[in-house]
């Protein structure tokens, strides 16, 4: 009997739940399809969900007038330089601090959770001092340093290399296997997926980082083009849609990383909130 | 004795790239930042050693107390709302299956991933004054339109608003892994006994959900009281005192009047009312909701 009763509150509420899922996306839809319409378009009232005029002029003008090539090729050194970094000392030390026994490891694994108190935010002053003296303001070095500071790799490295059973260690040894062969033939490869992850998702944030690449590049040259973007002045006129374009472009990879490697992406957000997935 | 220390060596040879980095580019300028808050330094180059006067001065300094209170507002209007939304809409997805679900949880995560460039551009669109898509809901529900970003009493809500809209996909996947930790038994069980939805919501999911709610909350916490980017991109040109939020004003002290030693006293000041106010916090959460 009670198959047959329709549930009206439980249609209602997904009902409830699409529409709010639809505002929710629509000003991504809304940013994407204002790119694909000229500029006197895009000034015109209401809400024209398709444009009249389809073209790619926004996208043209911006690769032809702005220095984004430049700052594509900036932001990809950089995020990749910081991820291979982040990712490698994450490993390595999670697995001193898994594996291995030595002198100051307690002391060592404190600093290291320590360390989240410490807001990155506030030591923008003496990084800036510190590149300053080591001449790399403007410079691809000096937007990579600080940001590799990310403790909560190590972390979740060496929670994965705690649950690895020693029996994999013991029978290495006593194949003659030193501490670096276990670690790049047993330990790294069996965890290959957190590896994938961590990746994904510090590729995600350096390229998205803001605010230390803002400060350090004030070069046209030297920008990311998560900052490059936020320079384009508005000289004369309406160019929401070339702004738009631009940023667009700007989203495009992480966009695609993400759709690539959804389930990792979000594997990699439940680890670095502590949460073993 | 002799492996021992061949131990060790072996050690330091896998943490020393992270210790080395962590040396030179956290602790060094951390104790750096410190000990310039002694000084009027500039922001590059020496300065003399003032003992505590910008500490003073901080307390004097209406600019810096309105910074405070201009962080502590926006932590108000984003903390609570962005993780009792979060719990909400991962609930919503929750209940859905297939297609459906993967497009509303792709609806609320996409923002998520996109630098806050982009966040930014695309809010400036939606808001734009004389083109904003936006304004016309502004206009039907309150009547006018609104240069809402430069405005005195609608900027800090709106850019709470983007804040929310921007990084709730964080909150909803973790949420959502907390629910699905909660056995579907426990509702079939309370459902025999005749319980509705709201008294499953109020018995067995708060109570369930509760750590993941303590943990975002105190995620969220951390991370909007350092909040600058989109503030500091969405009021360009704009007046900025009325939205001059903490990390802000050690970019105005520090940056634009070189002042780093006074900026560096309120970089200070932002990881002890981090360091504080994250104690307090974890005090207060760990009581459970009963």
Redesign the interface.
Known sequence: MNLLKIDF??RL??L???A???V??F??Y??VI?TLKPEFE??Q?G?NLLPKTWTLGAYTHVLTTTKIGQWYVNSVVVAVSVTV?VV???A??G???SQ????G?TA?WF?VLA?F???I??????????M?QFGLINSWLGIV??Q??VPVV?IVYKQFFDSVPKDFREAARVDGA??FDI?FRIYLPMNWGVTTALAIITF?GA??A??WPF?VSTADDTMTV??G??MVKENFG?Q?AR??A???L??LP??I??LVFQRR??QA??LS???K? | MHTKSR??W???A??A???I??L???L???V??VI?TFTDAP??GAGKWIGFKNYQRLFNDKAYLSAVWNTGYFVLLTVIPNTLLGLV?AM??N??KGY?QS??L???F??Y??????V???????M?Y??G?AQ?ALDAFYGERVAVFRNKIWAMPMMAFVTI?WTIG?NV??FI?GLRNISQDMYDASALDGAK?WKQFRYITWPLIWP?TA?VLT?QL?LQ??I??QIY?LT?GGNVNNTMVL?QY??KQ??QLNK?GY??TV??S??AI??VV?VLQYQALRARPR
């Open positions: 509150a439980g509420i997904t409830v739940t699409l709010i899922a639809i929710w996306a000003p991504l809304w940013a204002t895009v000034a009232p809400l970094l490698m000392m994450g390595l030390c697995y001193a601090l291995l026994r030595f002198r490891r060592l600093t360390s108190m410490v807001p935010q506030a030591l923008i002053v003496t990084h800036f001092v510190l300053s340093l600080p590799l500071i190590v030193n501490e670690f995600i390229w998205n803001f605010l400060l998560t900052v973007i936020t309406v929401y702004n738009l631009a940023a667009v700007a989203a992480v966009a990383a993400y992406v979000t957000i439940m909130a502590g949460i997935g | 131990d060790n072996v050690a330091a896998f943490v790239p992270f210790v980095a962590y030179v580019l956290f060094y300028p951390t750096r930042m310039l922001l590059i809409f919503m997805v209940r859905q459906v497009f509303i792709a609806a609320f996409l923002p991933i996109l630098p806050v460039s982009v930014y551009r695309i809010w400036e669109w939606m734009d004389q083109f898509i016309h809209w964080f996947l973790l892994a939805r993941v943990l995620i951390i009281l350092k600058f980017d991109l360009l990390v050690i970019y520090a940056f780093g900026g560096a970089a200070f932002l990881f981090i360091v994250s």
